[in-house]
């Protein structure tokens, strides 16, 4: 099992850019591939970006893909989401998600979810 806590959140202008970072609990956080995903008011909840258990294959939404950027550090059991030239359409909570397995894009096979952060971006 495993426990994650999103921060780095908030407001900022457009073009402007956020760090955000999931910070993971226990000895095996390094097994799981990580997922970031999206909800804004009204909306369903989107993919974003994801990452395996070893940094060495991502995924992106095409909404974000050139933008954000998704890394990790395992010794510090911490998964980052650099974003860039953020627009308004980006303002959401953004939750982080874990699971074994593969990065899928699938949202209904990711187990273990943050609380989410929220960024909001004005224009």
């Known amino acids: 099992q495993v426990q994650l806590v999103e921060s780095g959140g908030g407001l900022v202008q457009a073009g402007g850019s956020l760090r955000l970072s999931c910070a993971g609990s226990?000895?095996?956080?390094?097994?799981?591939?990580i997922g970031w995903f999206r909800q804004a008011p009204g909306k369903e909840r989107e993919f974003v970006a994801s990452?395996?258990?070893?940094?060495?294959?991502?995924y992106y939404a095409n909404s974000v893909k050139g933008r954000f950027t998704i890394s990790r550090d395992n010794a510090k059991n911490t998964v980052y989401l650099q974003m860039d030239s953020l627009k308004p359409e980006d303002t959401a909570i953004y939750y982080c998600?874990?699971?074994?397995?593969?990065?899928?894009?699938?949202?209904?096979?990711?187990?273990?979810w943050g609380q989410g952060t929220q960024v909001t971006v004005s224009s």
């Open positions: 990452i395996s258990w070893n940094g060495g294959y991502t």
């Open positions: 226990g000895r095996t956080f390094s097994r799981y591939a």
């Open positions: 998600a874990a699971r074994l397995g593969g990065p899928t894009q699938t949202m209904e096979s990711w187990k273990y």
